[in-house]
């Protein structure tokens, strides 16, 4: 099995958000990985694709998801 790109490993999130954050740790610590290979240093999300797409939602995911290594940003919707 071939290690996810980073689209992939967000379309991941995106689907664990729906689902409840269903194995969410996973889904960021591929998400990292795939940051650390691509030579990227932040996660790009769209903010219309969050469960919670409000100011308290999204500091949120930041704050979970910079915790664990990966520092989020929102695009422009």
Not at 23 to 42: C, P, S, T
């Amino acid at each position: 099995m071939s290690e996810p790109t980073v689209a992939e490993a967000t379309d991941r999130i995106y689907q664990s958000l729906q689902a409840d954050n269903a194995d969410i740790d996973m889904h960021i610590a591929a998400l990292k990985a795939a940051l650390a290979r691509e030579g990227l240093k932040e996660a790009v999300f769209d903010p219309a694709k969050l469960v919670q797409n409000n100011r308290s939602g999204r500091k949120l995911m930041q704050a979970y998801f910079r915790q664990r290594g990966v520092t989020v940003k929102f695009s422009a919707a």
